[in-house]
């Protein structure tokens, strides 16, 4: 496999966060979010609710970025188009700042195909060769979907438990509280994966998650801000990803456009002339 196609693998998990960005239809100017006094205490059941109605609900989305990497102290950029049909498929065209696509790359629930246009070389493969790449874990669609969408998923068949209050934040977390105090008081021997969604008070969009695998020594978290109304829900223009596992990396992307679609299609087809990636 290119040295390029590498790093657009290393980039791709944690450049699919699709936020930041400024929407193209039915879009207001970015919300500025007045801090509230005091948030009233929510189980995590009735949060769960207030989240997920408070979601994206779109179901085609178009959008052009600019994508600022750092990967163990290599730096690149990328302009990057993305499509998705929710719950099918995630289309990315990636072009260094010259303007030419490198590489294509199609996303669907149990296959990942990627196109190097520079080296003529073509990968198709499931997701446990993404996650052996990046050392990842488990990442699979319904998780990029989530990051994606900057919307709820499950990480390792957790489940949320426990509501605290930070600031301004509730934090829906997977960590109970008595595992939490255990592992304060270390005498919890299992490790637990801990996944964190802090959401805002004042309107319940996910500013930021956080992941934290102890067992496998990797975290990831993705902080989003300057959110905008559309008509399918909120969206973010920035957000930030860092990833600490064998390398560490580090994600910033910034949306120049993004349109909320009736329709999209998905080009992606391999040339003859195309050699199958080692």
């Known amino acids: 496999m290119s040295k390029f196609l590498q790093i657009i693998l290393c980039v791709l998990i944690p450049m699919l966060v699709f936020n930041a960005c400024k929407v193209t239809k039915k879009s207001e100017k970015p919300i500025?979010?007045?801090?509230?006094?005091?948030?009233?205490?929510?189980g995590a059941e009735t949060l769960l609710k207030n989240i997920i109605d408070s979601a994206f609900f779109g179901r085609w989305i178009s959008g052009k970025a600019t994508v600022n990497t750092n990967i163990d102290g290599d730096k690149n950029n990328f302009n990057v188009s993305l499509r998705i049909c929710r719950d099918s498929a995630i289309w990315i065209s990636v072009s260094p700042l010259l303007g030419i696509e490198a590489v294509r790359i199609l996303l669907t629930p149990d296959t990942v195909r990627f196109l190097d246009r520079i080296n003529k070389e073509y990968k198709v493969s499931g997701y446990k060769e993404i996650n052996d790449l990046l050392y990842a874990g488990n990442l699979d669609f319904d998780i990029i979907q989530g990051i994606l969408?900057?919307?709820?998923?499950?990480y390792k068949r957790n489940k949320f438990h426990s509501v605290y209050l930070e600031d301004q934040y509730y934090i829906l977390s997977t960590l109970s509280k008595r595992k939490l105090k255990r592992s304060l008081e270390e005498k919890d021997p299992s490790k637990p994966v801990i996944q964190d969604f802090y959401v805002d008070g004042s309107n319940y969009r996910i500013m930021k998650?956080?992941?934290?695998?102890?067992r496998i020594q990797k975290s990831l978290e993705t902080k989003y801000s300057g959110y905008s109304y559309t008509s399918a829900g909120y969206f973010p223009h920035h957000s930030v990803t860092n990833i600490k596992a064998e390398k560490n990396i580090l994600v910033d992307l910034e949306y120049t456009k993004v349109t909320v679609e009736d329709t999209l299609e998905f080009p992606f087809s391999i040339p003859k002339s195309f050699k199958k990636a080692r």
């Open 149 to 154: 969408t900057g919307s709820l998923f499950v």
């Open 32 to 42: 500025v979010i007045k801090p509230i006094t005091k948030l009233e205490e929510q």
């Open 209 to 214: 998650l956080a992941i934290e695998d102890n």
